[in-house]
């Protein structure tokens, strides 16, 4: 395995970044290449945040959404909690919209509103891990910080052929990330390789006839670039089970707020049982309901997370509970999309 230190370090730079100055995506978030690079920090770190679990086409209408409804740090800041995990749903993890807001009063509480510079200072931010904290450094600071997402680390993994596989090959991929970041526009470095990663040099199909570091690319060199970075092979995701309850009375539905912390988190949705590795029979699943009533078998619905798939029945009934929160059925758009699914089975 060659190290960046045996290649061009230089040549790679200078065509990276003419590429990017050609060929940089227009995004909301992101200031021209060559230009002001005191970007808006807050803008930058909202779309960071949106982006690390879904992709650029899927994040932007929510960045749009957001950025029209709090235009600053102090405005999200001072949303109410149910609010912004209404507006965050669909875009994965809840406990990142929860992050969200505890920086975002961090940053008003104890720097005045203003975000910190350095890749350290932010790194003390709540929520704020090693890569959000560089990436907001290199991109709206202009630091010299090494950001590496899953593009990166797929850039890097073909131009030096690391042959070791996944999550194994992380420190060998920063490290060769490193060697090559430098001072001479670091915020457009970082963005130059993420926009190759994610539009030359992608996972399937990599456009190497067009990209501007195929000369230097040892998997491409080897005939074999789309196999890079290896792979484990995978294990099967685990298959939990559950039961979701569609109450309604009239034209209303009864929802509950999930507990602050786990999956879905401070989430309002349906009443479920708990989510467990074996299905539930009617007898418990009846049981477990929260109101006595008629319940009648609507079906099922699928859903996948990260780390395992779900199968949930949905019971269907008529009648009321104290302990639910009712909402309109015409009114259900800002449900985790889970939810969604159940309740179009169950209404």
Same mark, same amino acid.
């Given at each position: 395995?060659?190290?960046?230190?045996?290649?061009?370090?230089?040549?790679?730079?200078?065509?990276?970044?003419?590429?990017?100055? %050609?060929?940089?995506? %227009?995004?909301?978030?992101?200031?021209?290449?060559?230009? =002001?690079?005191?970007? %808006?920090?807050?803008?930058?770190?909202?779309?960071?945040?949106?982006?690390?679990?879904?992709?650029?086409?899927?994040a932007t209408p929510y960045f749009l959404k957001f950025t029209a409804r709090w235009p600053t740090v102090r405005d999200l800041a001072a949303a109410p909690d149910e609010e912004v995990m209404a507006a965050w749903a669909g875009l994965g993890y809840y406990a990142r919209a929860r992050n969200l807001l505890a920086c975002a009063r961090a940053v008003v509480r104890d720097h005045d509103g203003v975000f910190p510079e350095t890749e350290a200072?932010?790194?003390?931010?709540?929520?704020?891990?090693?890569?959000?904290?560089?990436?907001?450094?290199?991109?709206?600071?202009?630091?010299?910080? =090494?950001?590496?997402?899953?593009?990166?680390?797929?850039?890097?993994?073909?131009?030096? /052929?690391?042959?070791?596989?996944?999550?194994?090959?992380?420190?060998?991929?920063?490290?060769?990330?490193?060697?090559?970041?430098?001072?001479?526009?670091?915020?457009?470095? /970082?963005?130059?390789?993420?926009?190759?990663?994610?539009?030359?040099?992608?996972?399937?199909?990599?456009?190497?006839?067009?990209?501007?570091?195929?000369?230097?690319?040892?998997?491409?060199?080897?005939?074999?670039?789309?196999?890079?970075?290896?792979?484990?092979?995978?294990?099967?995701?685990?298959?939990?089970?559950?039961?979701?309850?569609?109450?309604?009375?009239?034209?209303?539905?009864?929802?509950?707020?999930?507990?602050?912390?786990?999956? $879905?988190?401070?989430?309002?949705?349906?009443?479920?049982?708990?989510?467990?590795?074996?299905?539930?029979? %009617?007898?418990? /699943?009846?049981?477990? @309901?929260?109101?006595?009533?008629?319940?009648?078998? /609507?079906?099922?619905?699928?859903?996948?997370?990260?780390?395992?798939?779900?199968?949930?029945?949905?019971?269907?009934?008529?009648?009321?509970?104290?302990? $639910?929160?009712? @909402?309109?059925?015409?009114?259900?758009?800002?449900?985790?999309?889970?939810?969604?699914?159940?309740?179009?089975?169950?209404?």
């Amino acid at each position: 395995m060659r190290l960046t230190g045996e290649v061009n370090r230089d040549l790679i730079r200078a065509r990276l970044l003419a590429w990017y100055t %050609d060929q940089a995506r %227009d995004l909301p978030w992101r200031v021209p290449p060559m230009g =002001n690079r005191r970007g %808006d920090p807050y803008r930058i770190w909202l779309s960071e945040v949106m982006l690390q679990q879904t992709t650029v086409p899927h994040a932007t209408p929510y960045f749009l959404k957001f950025t029209a409804r709090w235009p600053t740090v102090r405005d999200l800041a001072a949303a109410p909690d149910e609010e912004v995990m209404a507006a965050w749903a669909g875009l994965g993890y809840y406990a990142r919209a929860r992050n969200l807001l505890a920086c975002a009063r961090a940053v008003v509480r104890d720097h005045d509103g203003v975000f910190p510079e350095t890749e350290a200072d932010l790194r003390r931010l709540p929520g704020l891990g090693p890569y959000t904290a560089a990436a907001v450094a290199a991109i709206a600071f202009d630091q010299p910080a =090494n950001v590496v997402d899953g593009n990166v680390e797929r850039v890097m993994s073909r131009l030096f /052929a690391v042959e070791m596989p996944l999550p194994d090959a992380k420190p060998t991929l920063n490290a060769h990330a490193l060697g090559l970041v430098g001072p001479e526009r670091p915020g457009d470095w /970082a963005q130059a390789l993420m926009d190759l990663g994610a539009t030359v040099c992608r996972p399937r199909a990599p456009q190497c006839e067009s990209c501007p570091l195929a000369e230097p690319c040892l998997g491409r060199a080897s005939g074999q670039a789309e196999t890079f970075p290896r792979k484990r092979t995978k294990l099967a995701r685990p298959r939990r089970y559950g039961v979701a309850y569609v109450l309604t009375r009239g034209q209303q539905i009864g929802l509950e707020t999930r507990p602050p912390s786990g999956l $879905l988190g401070g989430m309002l949705g349906l009443p479920t049982t708990e989510w467990r590795a074996t299905p539930f029979t %009617d007898t418990e /699943a009846v049981a477990a @309901a929260p109101a006595v009533t008629v319940w009648r078998d /609507a079906g099922a619905v699928e859903h996948v997370f990260t780390h395992f798939a779900l199968t949930l029945r949905v019971f269907s009934g008529i009648g009321h509970a104290e302990t $639910l929160t009712w @909402a309109e059925t015409a009114a259900l758009a800002g449900l985790p999309s889970v939810f969604m699914k159940a309740a179009r089975v169950g209404l």
